[in-house]
């Protein structure tokens, strides 16, 4: 079996991605075509109105997840905190995927409500692309790059 170099991490705020929807969504690894019928029964399901982070709450959501990482000791190749969604592309540590996703979830979250920002503000769970060579590494690191101009960015090790 190959050795994991890192992954990417993929994870929405509450309410902007929803499934169903016309930028393609994905469950469980797999990646489905838009369907308008499931996006308008989910958006009837929504307990509060969707969260866009404004720049400065992207700012403080990069800052926790950097400090975050830092304190797990893993490098963060990548980063993308988007107004709707954050990609995080990191190094391999031996920690589960989901106790993973949760630091960094909840960082950004305390830091935010440090602010005001209260509710609840990212989706239940995440999507996950693992990178077993340097090419799936950079490759992933060059999307997050190249697709997120407007967002707030780590410098890329590449």
Same mark, same amino acid.
């Given at each position: 079996?190959? @050795? ?12 902007? /991605?929803?499934?169903?929807?016309? =930028?393609?969504?994905? $469950? ?9 019928? !499931?996006?308008?029964?989910? @958006?009837?399901?929504?307990? @509060?109105?969707?969260? =866009?982070?404004?720049?400065?709450? =992207? ?8 400090? $975050? ?5 893993? $490098?963060?190749? +990548? !980063? +993308? ?17 989901? $106790? ?16 005001? !920002?209260?509710? =609840?503000? /990212? ?12 090419? +799936? ?11 997120? @101009? ?9």
């Amino acid at each position: 079996m190959a @050795k994991t170099l890192g992954y990417m991490i993929t994870f929405t705020t509450y309410g902007t /991605w929803l499934q169903g929807d016309e =930028r393609r969504f994905v $469950k469980d690894g797999t990646t489905y075509a838009a369907n308008q019928a !499931l996006t308008d029964s989910n @958006k009837q399901n929504l307990s @509060k109105n969707p969260v =866009r982070l404004s720049k400065n709450h =992207r700012e403080i959501a990069s800052k926790a997840i950097f400090e $975050k990482a830092n304190q797990q000791n893993q $490098k963060v190749l +990548a !980063l +993308a905190v988007c107004s709707n969604h954050v990609h995080i592309v990191v190094d391999y540590v031996p920690i589960p995927m989901g $106790k993973i996703v949760s630091y960094y979830k909840n960082a950004a979250q305390a830091a935010l409500r440090e602010i005001g !920002l209260t509710g =609840r503000v /990212w989706t239940k769970g995440f999507d996950k692309r693992y990178c077993f060579d340097e090419q +799936a590494l950079k490759s992933r690191i060059d999307y997050v790059n190249s697709n997120h @101009k407007d967002s707030i960015f780590s410098p890329s090790i590449y």
